[in-house]
């Protein structure tokens, strides 16, 4: 049968396992009913199942005979979002919700094993990584830090990740840097506090927390190449309790985003100095606490020829087209990519609407698109270890 029959004929069970996961959505680390069924799944096709890395992670093994080794890696957990879709499908779970699609990836990924395991022939070993706690940033390093790939040697790994806003069933990838690092930061100003009515006797942290925000905007529009791309949100400020009292403490909060270390090393130094500056015109203390969280997402060359390649077998050199720019959002599996060769794409999910966005409380996964995710892990697979 050939692999798009195949997927046909399991489209409804794949729609049915994303609507299971759907239901049932599991935030990081804590993805156990998933990744239990997951592993069941698993079993049932064939593979062997390991389990623990990174606490609910999965992973599930397919040999066949000598050759290279890859990983296929499918993201499990869920945000703490309210779910607003009304759908029959819609969570069950209060406050939580897969607004990422990483219900959608599991069911294309599952719905690949199913093909590997019964159908595809092929001269190597695969393994199949699902991943917990994608959306805390800690996922992949905590299953590497397991000895992910101590354990299950790879010769290369290979991501994807649904995108609305791209034509429905095309596939996007480039070489180099395909997603931005991530950093978090907060920033604690502490002065004397006084009553609002005398301001004069005391140091005003909420006004230094506004200076703050306001020079931290200048260092990418007057220290970064206009060429270059880099991003600092403020995304928090906090301080006070009382609408008549100066508290003495306040703290701004957020992240930044860019694509190489040297720009990352120099939004790091001035950010530094500008909460040094600030904190030195207030007469208050400043202290910035900023750590690095997640590395840029860089493709290697080889890998991405073979995603390249297997896109257009599976899905037609129409449905393929090179990533012009890097995202400036952010992926953990680019701790799998600093670790291993390896090539992460973007699958279109087409325009759905209003609000049916990424991280949306009403956003739901593209069931129509399953197939398309499958065949190419199908056609990836046979680009990757060839036929037995």
Known sequence: MSPDAFFASIESEMIAWRREFHRNPELGFQEVWTSDRVAKLLTEFGYEVHRGLGKTGVVGTLRRGQGPSIGLRSDMDALPIHERTN???????????????????????????????????????????????????????????????????MDAVYGLHNMP????????????????????????LTGQGAHAAQPHLGQDVLLAAGQVHTQLQSIVSRNLDPQNAAVISVTQIHGGDSCNVLPDTA???????????STQAMIQKRMAEVVAGVATSFGIEGHLDYRKACPASINTPRETALATDAAIAALGADKFEVTEKPLMGSEDFAFMLEAKPGAFVFLGAGNQGPGCVLHSPTYDFNDSILTSGARYWAALVDTALGRA
Do not use: N, Y
């Open 165 to 188: 806003g791209i034509e429905e069933g095309m596939v996007t990838v480039r070489v180099g840097t395909q997603m931005a690092a991530i950093d978090l930061f907060d920033i604690t």
């Open 251 to 261: 703290t701004v909060s957020g992240c930044t985003r860019h694509l190489d270390k």
């Open 87 to 153: 759908l029959p499908h819609a969570s069950r779970m209060e406050g939580k919700m897969h607004a990422c699609g990483h219900d959608g990836h599991m069911a294309m990924l599952l719905g690949g094993a199913k093909w590997f395991a019964s159908q595809a022939t092929f001269s190597g070993t695969l393994h199949l990584i699902f991943q917990p706690a994608e959306e805390l940033g800690q996922g992949a390093a905590a299953m590497i830090q397991d000895g992910l790939f101590d354990l299950f040697p």
